[in-house]
């Protein structure tokens, strides 16, 4: 009677217990851009331009505009910000201008920022659009004029992960 009695009172204390030190979870959409012409992965936590933080299912936070030089920033001028070329017809995934080298908390990479400045890139023939995979190439295509790049007033803070998902 009395171990019944124990494990009665014991019990609710060990299940509370348990419960306290599982970890806490969340779901973040991954999605995938070029880098050098290879593919990483990487999460919008938050953007600074209310529509494309919902379709992102990010937060929505307009101070990141804070970050933005007062001037036009050449993509050789290193800040927190870095370039991220965006193609608003979707005609393919984002390019990033850098990432953790190697990946994850190894990284020697001192221009890494996941803080980024959009940069639209607009085929000036969309039908003559080819896959564009480093920023190098997305120069290259606006110096030969088959596409324009646009800067945009958006900030997006996405952070590049330490691995593809399988």
């Not at 480093?134 to 900030?155: C, D, H, K, P, T």
Request: aromatic fraction near 10%; charged fraction near 20%; proline fraction near 9%.
């Amino acid at each position: 009677m009395l171990n019944r009695f124990v494990l009665l009172i014991l019990l609710p204390l060990l299940l509370v217990g348990c419960a306290s030190t599982q970890e806490n979870s969340a779901r973040l959409p991954v999605f995938q851009a070029w880098h050098d012409g290879e593919q990483v992965a990487y999460i919008t936590t938050d953007v600074s331009d209310r529509k494309m933080a919902k379709e992102m299912q990010a937060n929505y936070a307009p101070r990141l505009r804070d970050a933005i030089p007062r001037y036009p920033k050449p993509p050789q001028v290193k800040t927190v910000l870095e370039r991220v070329y965006g193609f608003p017809n979707k005609e393919q995934q984002n390019v990033f201008a850098s990432a953790p080298v190697p990946l994850g908390y190894l990284s020697r990479d001192r221009h890494y920022s996941p803080l980024w400045l959009m940069y639209w890139v607009v085929w000036q023939k969309p039908q003559e659009a080819y896959e564009l995979t480093s920023e190098e190439a997305v120069l290259a295509a606006e110096e030969a004029g088959f596409v324009r790049i646009e800067r945009s007033n958006i900030v997006v803070n996405c952070p590049v992960l330490p691995f593809l998902p399988e």
